[in-house]
C-alpha cells in the first residue's frame, strides 16, 4: 500500500505565511515527479506547482513569485511554502506524486486527501 499525507493546512490572514507538507509512505520503489493541486468551492482542480525528481519546477500562473516547492527524496517528502497568502488561496491543497510501488512498477498517481486552507481578508 502507498500513502500520501499532507500537514500543514489552516486558518491564517491575508499577507501571512504557511507551509505544507506531504509524506509519501508504504510500499514505493520510486518517485517521479511530485505537486500540490488545490480546488476552491465550485472550481475545478487546478495546478499550483510541481518538482521533478531532479529539481525542476513549474507554478501556475497565480502563485508565482510567492510559493516556493522543494522536496526531500531522501524522505520522500514535498513541501509547499506559501507566502503572501491572499483570500483566493483558500482551497483544499492535494498532494500528488507519480510514482511505482514494490508490487505494480507502472508509473502510477497517487493522491493524498487534502488540507484546507483558508486566509482570510
Known amino acids: 500500500q502507498v500513502q500520501l499525507v499532507e500537514s500543514g493546512g489552516g486558518l491564517v490572514q491575508a499577507g501571512e505565511s504557511l507551509r505544507l507538507s506531504c509524506a509519501a509512505s508504504g510500499s514505493i520503489f520510486s518517485i517521479n515527479a511530485m505537486g500540490w493541486y488545490r480546488q476552491a468551492p465550485g472550481k475545478q482542480r487546478e495546478l499550483v506547482a510541481a518538482?521533478?525528481?531532479?529539481?525542476?519546477?513549474n507554478y501556475g500562473d497565480s502563485v508565482k513569485g510567492r510559493f516556493t516547492i522543494s522536496r526531500d527524496n531522501a524522505k520522500n517528502t514535498v513541501y509547499l511554502q506559501m507566502n503572501s497568502l491572499k483570500p483566493e488561496d483558500t482551497a483544499v491543497y492535494y498532494c500528488?506524486?507519480?510514482?511505482?510501488?514494490?508490487?505494480?512498477?507502472?508509473?502510477?498517481?497517487?493522491w493524498g486527501k487534502g488540507t484546507l486552507v483558508t486566509v482570510s481578508s
Open positions: 518538482i521533478t525528481s531532479s529539481g525542476s519546477t
Open positions: 500528488k506524486a507519480e510514482l511505482r510501488s514494490d508490487y505494480d512498477r507502472r508509473w502510477i498517481n497517487y
